[in-house]
Nanobody, 126 residues
Framework: QVRLVESGGGLVQAGGSLRLSCAAS????????MGWFRQAPGKERKFVAA????????TYADSAKGRFTISRDNAKNTVYLHMNSLKPEDTAVYYC???????????????????WGQGTQVTVSS
């Protein structure tokens, strides 16, 4: 089993920055693809970013590209999401997810991940 715990959310002003962390425990972390998703009130959960086992390959949603950076520290069993130039539309609950069984392409859908954290709230004020 894998347990994921997000942290680092909070209230920030538009244009500000925030770093989210996701700490993993349980089974092996280093070989898992990791992803970040977000869900705003009344909306579906949407893909934000993903990273492969080594950190050498990343994928971003168009809304995140150029502003967000996903990274991982396998020695610490932790994945990060650095968010810059935040906008009010970034307001959502942010979830991290893990998937062991994937091919060449990083999963970018909710069903592509088997393990999920509880989420951390990010609120961007205007």
């Amino acid at each position: 089993q894998v347990r994921l715990v997000e942290s680092g959310g909070g209230l920030v002003q538009a244009g500000g920055s925030l770093r989210l962390s996701c700490a993993a425990s349980g089974r092996t972390f280093s070989t898992y693809a990791m992803g970040w998703f977000r869900q705003a009130p009344g909306k579906e959960r949407k893909f934000v970013a993903a990273i492969n086992w080594s950190g050498g390959s990343t994928t971003y949603a168009d809304s995140a590209k150029g502003r967000f950076t996903i990274s991982r520290d396998n020695a610490k069993n932790t994945v990060y999401l650095h968010m810059n130039s935040l906008k009010p539309e970034d307001t959502a609950v942010y979830y991290c997810a893990a998937e062991e069984s994937y091919g060449t392409l990083l999963p970018i859908t909710v069903v592509g991940y088997d393990y999920w954290g509880q989420g951390t709230q990010v609120t961007v004020s205007s």
